[in-house]
């Protein structure tokens, strides 16, 4: 079974997180590529989704289902989005495709997050995948002097530039021995619009493709 296989064994086993007539929170990246694809068979049972990137909401929008703005939605019952590393607390690196910022605030809303992810996203400590933070492009230096004090390496992501007109830092090294009070100290330098750590709100299912069929932790 290839890691492909492992997604989309995931992807496909969160349908059952989507309830008759819903509006769907939709993450961004491959494995939500595959939920896609798959939520496309249940497209007129649902009444459409809240997407967190313009890539998601393309693919949604060719598969015909209708993407709703989150501000026209008063809540949403789920949220299905992969990750690029989680724990066993449901803490979570996310941001790999740059999507990070729109992904925390659809997030917010829902009343469930269900992460959708091969096994090999699983981690005991978070890190090992650079941290993306995303800055207002004019205070790129000035973030990155600060992370440097956090003990990071944060490193540019050349050409890019999110959904929301900003820049990413990926930032190495850091030791992420409690990622919650390092979400918010991140947060708090003036300049971030948001950081790619998930665990002040992390996930509250986790559906894990692997080998032998789809795990699912509550
Ligand atoms: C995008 C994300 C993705 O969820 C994360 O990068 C995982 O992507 P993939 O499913 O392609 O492995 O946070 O910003």
Request: glycine fraction near 10%; aromatic fraction near 4%; proline fraction near 3%.
């Amino acid at each position: 079974m290839t890691q492909d296989d492992k997604k989309k064994a995931a992807a496909s086993n969160a349908l059952k997180y989507v309830e008759q007539g819903a509006i769907v929170g939709v993450g961004t990246g491959s494995t939500v590529n595959y939920f896609i694809d798959a939520l496309a068979g249940l497209k007129n049972n649902i009444e459409g989704a809240v997407s967190s990137s313009e890539a998601s909401s393309l693919l949604l929008k060719s598969h015909g289902i209708e993407v709703f703005e989150l501000n026209s939605v008063s809540q949403l019952d789920v949220y299905i989005d992969g990750a690029d590393e989680i724990t066993e607390h449901k803490h979570m690196i996310k941001g790999g495709g740059a999507a990070l910022t729109r992904e925390k605030i659809v997030a917010a809303v829902a009343k469930t997050f269900v992460c959708i992810i091969d096994d090999t996203k699983q981690v005991p400590v978070l890190g090992k995948f650079p941290l993306p933070v995303e800055v207002i492009p004019m205070a790129r230096s000035y973030v990155a002097r600060e992370l440097v004090k956090l003990g990071g390496d944060p490193v540019y992501r050349q050409g890019v530039v999110t959904d929301n007109g900003n820049v990413i830092l990926d930032v190495r090294n850091l030791k992420i021995l409690n990622p919650v009070e390092l979400e918010n100290q991140i947060n708090s330098i003036v300049g971030v619009v948001t950081n790619g750590l998930f665990a002040n709100r992390g996930a509250d299912v986790v559906l894990i493709g692997k080998e032998d069929g789809v795990l699912e932790i509550k």
